[in-house]
């Protein structure tokens, strides 16, 4: 592209949903309940983990930092779509699409190597439970988590210092409702392959790995179930992994529908839709899985209620 029909860009429009602008109060409405949802039952639940000693164990220990990533995760992108939804002022600093981008990997990877731990949590709890306390002591917990933050931190950083390195066009309208990294690659005038191959390696690393962990997790742990085929402990084993099976579930295939949805090329509006479900309702949907189909997590809520220990 010639110099001329290049020039700094200091902001960004996002389009936002493809929203009539009649029904935009409506949608306000449904995203702002939402959000609200989001933050106050993954708030809960690390409030229960937090005051009920029978839920100080690693599986809610992990537990209690998937709900805090969940709310960070929602937080990063909803609150600035309901602001432009409500003001019509589309726009976002360089900066701060920059910023927005950036926690949105990070949180997003946090969110897939926690669900690789937690498989791995369940399947040293089911398969080895002799040894669950020791091999699951508090240093390896934190270790696990370290570990999580601080890879994450390196794939999103990584993403976000090349993107730094690129030039931008005079087009600066985004087709989406946050900054989206695969958006802001074709808004740019420069060689973009370097980013696409780190795309590639981080996408590996943090997705297509974890998916293959718990795979492998949750494979052992059907194989150990088969050598005692009780009834007793299939439904031991229900009990203990269903909660998470369903989380690893819907948020891998929030993702596969968004691969699937932007690698087609067909309709934008299906990769928002996708978007949608991956960035807003999953969030929101994780609370509620583990309160109805936990019974420890109802117990706890119930202790909670028959308490003052909400005012302490």
């Not at 090329?265 to 189909?293: C, E, Q, W």
Request: net charge neutral; with cysteine; glycine share 6%.
């Amino acid at each position: 592209m010639r110099p001329e029909n290049q020039s700094h860009v200091s902001e960004f429009l996002l389009l936002g949903l493809p929203i009539q602008p009649e029904q935009q109060g409506v949608f306000f409405a449904l995203f702002l309940g939402v959000y609200l949802a989001t933050v106050l039952g993954n708030l809960l639940i690390i409030l229960l983990i937090r005051l009920d000693p029978r839920l100080h164990t690693p599986m809610y220990f992990f537990l209690s930092h998937l709900a805090l990533t969940d709310v960070s995760f929602s937080s990063v992108t909803v609150p600035k779509m309901l602001i432009n939804m409500q003001t019509q002022d589309q726009s976002i600093p360089y900066a701060g699409c920059i910023a927005q981008m950036y926690f949105f990997l990070f949180f997003g990877c946090i969110d897939n190597l926690l669900l690789v731990v937690m498989a791995y949590d369940r399947y040293m709890a089911i398969c080895h439970p002799l040894h669950y306390t020791t091999i699951m002591s508090r240093g390896l917990c934190m270790f696990l988590l370290a570990g999580s933050w601080l890879l994450s931190c390196v794939g999103a950083l990584s993403h976000t210092i090349l993107l730094a390195q690129l030039s931008f066009c005079a087009e600066n309208i985004i087709p989406h409702f946050f900054c989206d990294l695969a958006a802001l690659l074709q808004l740019s005038c420069s060689d973009t392959s370097l980013n696409e191959l780190l795309i590639f390696t981080v996408g590996t690393a943090v997705v297509i790995l974890p998916l293959s962990g718990i795979l492998v997790s949750y494979g052992l742990i059907g194989v150990s179930i088969l050598r005692v085929p009780s009834t007793k402990g299939i439904c031991k084993a229900l009990s203990t992994c269903g909660s998470h099976l369903s989380v690893v579930s819907l948020f891998y295939g929030t993702i596969m529908a968004l691969y699937f949805a932007t690698s087609s090329g067909k309709s934008n509006d299906k990769d928002m839709i996708a978007s949608v479900m991956y960035t807003v309702v999953t969030p929101m949907l994780n609370p509620f899985i583990y309160s109805l189909r936990n019974r420890d997590m109802k117990l706890a809520l119930g202790v909670l209620f028959r308490s003052n220990n909400l005012f302490i």
